[in-house]
């Protein structure tokens, strides 16, 4: 009986809460907030449907939501674990329904997109599916339901399986530095990676050239592949950058490293953009230089013992590339990957304790 009562309390709370959000999103959206948002004529080809719900209004919800809203659409509904970040898009997008609960996904909605974390995913289509219940009434389609995910395929969407499912996932980077106004104007000419069942593709490559994207239908299967991809063309390139700069402390260039390092870094990739990345790779690696490697080693293990498991590990991939590329012999690739691994050994004998002690008083900072 107790366990009853306080599952009705928490209820009624959630009752509450959510009607509190709706009133001050009345009351907040309806005054004018500094300029107004100039409405254009929806851009779509065909019938698309025009009234988007959003279920995260992170960095990428934000995004979605702002550009639709600026190309004609009809924000209906923007749904968040917490109010205080909707509230704000909300005036944005003059939309005047905002909700911490799934369940309160606007009936009229035509086009829902969840902009939640992957982890957070699966669960959160599982209670909108039970929780929200979508009958918009001037369309003669079902709705659209997508998610953003860049590892989830539509298996995520099947308790929506009555309405067409798909994903759109934007292969850009959306940064917390970055106001929403940066955000939107950077997916402009941008790819998406995109599923769909049947027709529904054609409705997300519509959707996606009105964000003024370009789309690839990932093949069936290799969505984790696929982020692996976007993974390594970001997440990693900044871990790299992190490496240099880290290295480049020591050196006194705390801040100048940037300047001193962004020509090589800017030429390597584009080298690498027009011809290929096995030809563009040079270095003592590329010219069987293993003693200049092994002093690198022994420079890392000094001044910067953390990061000798990245450059063995990078060491080794460069290796491997001049091999294929013929530049190295299988002997003396060999070699390569026998000094990375012994260097590797030492690390983890010696250099991984003084690393965690330098981490922890890092963290203690």
């Given at each position: ?337 026998s000094t990375m691994r012994v260097s590797v050994r030492k690390y983890m004998s010696n250099g991984s304790r003084r690393t ?10």
């Amino acid at each position: 009986m107790k366990a009853r009562r306080l599952t009705k309390t928490i209820s009624r709370s959630r009752r509450s809460t959510n009607q509190r959000i709706r009133r001050i999103v009345d009351r907040t959206v309806a005054r004018p907030y500094g300029h107004a948002v100039r409405r254009r004529k929806i851009t779509v080809v065909g019938t698309l449907p025009s009234r988007v719900s959003i279920v995260g209004t992170g960095a990428v919800g934000s995004t979605l939501a702002l550009l639709l809203f600026e190309k004609g659409y009809t924000i209906a509904s923007l749904i968040n674990r917490t109010a205080k970040p909707a509230l704000s898009l909300a005036r944005e997008v003059n939309c005047h329904k905002v909700s911490t609960s799934v369940s309160d996904i606007a009936h009229e909605t035509e086009i829902l997109i969840f902009a939640v974390s992957d982890d957070a995913l699966p669960e959160v289509v599982q209670v909108a599916a039970k929780g929200a219940r979508l009958r918009p009434a001037a369309s003669t389609r079902k709705p659209l339901v997508l998610h953003t995910s860049g590892v989830h395929s539509l298996e995520v969407l099947k308790p929506f399986h009555k309405f067409g499912i798909g994903s759109l996932h934007p292969i850009q980077s959306f940064p917390a530095s970055k106001s929403l106004r940066e955000r939107v104007r950077s997916v402009g000419g941008i790819h998406f990676g995109i599923e769909g069942e049947g027709k529904t593709v054609e409705l997300v490559q519509q959707l996606v050239r009105v964000l003024g994207g370009r789309s690839y239908v990932i093949p069936k299967g290799m969505k984790p592949l696929y982020h692996a991809a976007c993974v390594l063309s970001s997440n990693y390139v900044v871990a790299l950058l992190n490496a240099v700069s880290e290295t480049a402390g020591p050196l006194g260039l705390t801040h100048e490293w940037k300047e001193l390092m962004l020509p090589l870094f800017t030429t390597t990739v584009e080298n690498a953009m027009r011809t290929t990345p096995r030809r563009a790779l040079t270095g003592p690696i590329a010219r069987n230089d293993v003693h200049t490697v092994t002093l690198h080693l022994e420079a890392l293990r000094k001044f910067a013992p953390q990061l000798v498991p990245l450059y063995t590990v990078m060491g080794i991939e460069s290796a491997r590339i001049a091999r294929q590329d013929g530049r190295l012999t299988p002997d003396q690739f060999r070699e390569f990957v026998s000094t990375m691994r012994v260097s590797v050994r030492k690390y983890m004998s010696n250099g991984s304790r003084r690393t965690e002690k330098s981490v922890s008083r890092k963290d203690k900072r």
